[in-house]
């Protein structure tokens, strides 16, 4: 108010204001009025300078209108309700119980009676027992994120939900769950980290019984593309409700965490899983021909280059701006009308494109640094990677929370979270640029999984870091061989505890054979 009468004051030399010296208004200004018209003049003057309620009032030039204390009053209890709401706001951000709410007399209803407190206490429990399963199941990161978005898009994002995501993405050991009350204690001693889990000590060839042409590998389930033009399906598919009709003949399939996403020749879409974020479609996309998936969002690309994204788009993921939400194909008009894309990588909220200038560009969520441009920020369009500009890269690669590319040199770059030396650079450190692997050349082909880097060099595959997100697993801080020598490997594929190497026809297995293990085709799950 002050700053807006000040902004209303005349100049001090216009001397039709009436103004004396020190500011006061002269007594004559009001008793020599010869005229209506003269007192109509002096109203405009005063009501020009926008006068408080109390002076215009005590003139005479407003009646019955409330006084300069009580519009005061007025404006302190403004001020007062808008403090409740806040502390109102700050108490409701904690979730509280509701007799909690009930005893604060936030809601209706009074104190709680006690079979309220009894019914809130079995809410309770049984909210325990639910999380305690959903934890013994060592959910992956993104399941988190799943969860933490399904309760984000009824009440926002909450320090509860922010905290809820950073225990579990954290994976506590039942130890640690027991310590906090999440878990009750039972006999069995067994912790979870010593559940028998089928692991392979190094890559298996799958028996397929006709030669294979390409692999694609989503958060625990795959595909795999065989000479006939058949699909063989690997891995668990029951997030998505079995394995999907549809996809025979298709020419690419893309594969994230809760879908997967087909293109006929044609160019029509096939989708499975339940699309809650728009992630699938059966669009049609003339001229389609890649498709890659994240955990709510899908990218594709098509013949002449063009790049084309669906599905949720918080964090610019879909790298159409400011677009929240796209539930049909979206063309990438930024990206399209620069250059033309040969390949595309896609995780769980970013998004890296290789292109025919051999540059890599990158958008989306900005977390760990995975991006590669030297921060955290998010990107809502398509952003080159300085750091490899003049470096022509040939295969890059998008990770749960890091990123990878190779250089037509054949060096290995990495950046990201560090953890577990996936990135190769002989510690765990973040790297929020593009970094060269020491020590490391003649890489082929590259691929991000949970916790590790896969890469082939020399017709064989290697691993950084460790495809089993477990504790007392193996680590590996230098490249490790886990194929058999000069097999002919030229492609890999890594999933949350799995991999697949590919070359000559053959495909080999990595890590927890549940999810690599062949399905029957006629068996639904």
């Known amino acids: 108010p002050l700053a807006m009468a000040s902004d209303a004051l005349p100049p001090r030399h216009d001397r039709e204001d009436a103004l004396s010296e020190d500011g006061q208004e002269t007594q ?18 005063r009501l020009r300078q926008r006068m408080d309620v109390g002076s215009l009032q005590s003139k005479g030039i407003l009646k019955g209108s409330p006084s300069l204390h009580g519009a005061l009053h007025a404006s302190q209890a403004a001020f007062a309700f808008r403090q409740k709401l806040s502390t109102m706001n700050q108490a409701l951000q904690r979730r509280p119980e509701r007799s909690e709410l009930l005893h604060r007399n936030i809601l209706k209803g009074g104190v709680a009676s006690p079979l309220q407190e009894r019914r809130e206490q079995l809410q309770k429990e049984k909210r325990k027992d639910a999380l305690a399963k959903f934890l013994q199941r060592r959910p992956s990161p993104s399941d988190v994120e799943r969860v933490v978005a399904s ?14 995501s950073a225990f579990l993405t954290a994976r506590p050991s039942r130890t640690e769950l027991l310590s906090k009350a999440i878990l009750v204690d039972s006999t069995d001693d067994t912790t979870a980290d010593q559940v028998r889990i089928d692991v392979t000590e190094s890559a298996e060839r799958l028996q397929l019984g006709q ?23 690997v891995g668990d598919w029951s997030a998505l409700g079995g394995t999907p009709t549809g996809f025979e003949g298709a020419i ?3 594969c994230g965490e809760h879908h997967a996403v087909a293109i006929t020749p044609s160019g029509h879409l096939k989708s499975a899983g339940d699309g809650t974020k728009y992630e699938t479609s059966e669009e049609c996309v003339e001229g389609a021909a890649e498709i890659v998936c994240g955990t709510f969002h899908s990218v594709l690309r098509t013949r002449d280059g063009a790049v ?79 750091t490899l500009r003049g470096t022509p890269c040939v295969d890059i690669s998008a990770g749960f929370s890091h990123s990878a590319a190779v250089a037509a040199n054949g060096s290995l770059f990495t950046w990201g979270k560090g953890d577990h030396h996936k990135l190769g650079h002989n510690n765990d450190s973040l790297v929020k640029a593009p970094v060269a692997v020491p020590d490391l050349a003649h890489v082929t082909s590259v691929s991000c999984g949970f916790l590790s880097t896969l890469f082939t060099k020399g017709g064989a595959g290697y691993i950084l870091g460790t495809v089993l997100p477990y504790e007392n697993t193996q680590i590996f801080t230098r490249p490790e061989r886990v194929t058999g020598e000069n097999v002919g490997v030229h492609h890999c594929a890594a999933g949350r505890e799995f991999a697949l190497f590919f070359g000559g ?5 990595y890590g927890n054979r549940a999810h690599f293990r062949v399905l029957d085709a006629n068996v639904q799950e």
Not at 34 to 42: A, E, G, K, L, Y
Not at 151 to 164: F, N, P, Y
Not at 319 to 327: D, F, P
Not at 505 to 509: E, P, S
Request: proline fraction near 2%; hydrophobic fraction near 35%; charged fraction near 20%.
């Open 211 to 233: 030669s294979a042409r390409h692999v694609v590998v989503g958060t625990n389930f795959g595909v795999i593309f065989l000479e006939d033009g058949t699909l063989a399906y």
């Open 308 to 386: 084309w994204s669906f599905g949720w788009g918080r964090n610019g993921r879909l790298g159409l701006g400011e677009v929240e939400s796209a539930s049909e194909p979206q063309l990438i008009a930024s990206l399209s009308e620069t250059c033309k894309v040969l390949k595309l990588a896609c995780s769980r909220s970013h998004t890296l494109a290789l292109t025919d200038a051999q540059m890599v560009l990158s958008w989306g969520r900005g977390d760990y640094g995975v991006l590669g441009h030297n921060s955290d920020d998010n990107e809502h369009t398509p952003r080159i990677i300085e």
């Open 252 to 254: 690419a399939v893309g």
């Open 28 to 45: 004559d200004t009001i008793t020599e009025l010869p005229s209506f018209n003269d007192t109509t003049r002096v109203l405009e003057r």
């Open 505 to 509: 026809g053959d495909v080999w297995g």
């Open 151 to 164: 309760c984000s898009d009824k009440s926002g994002q909450t320090e509860a939900a922010d905290t809820l």
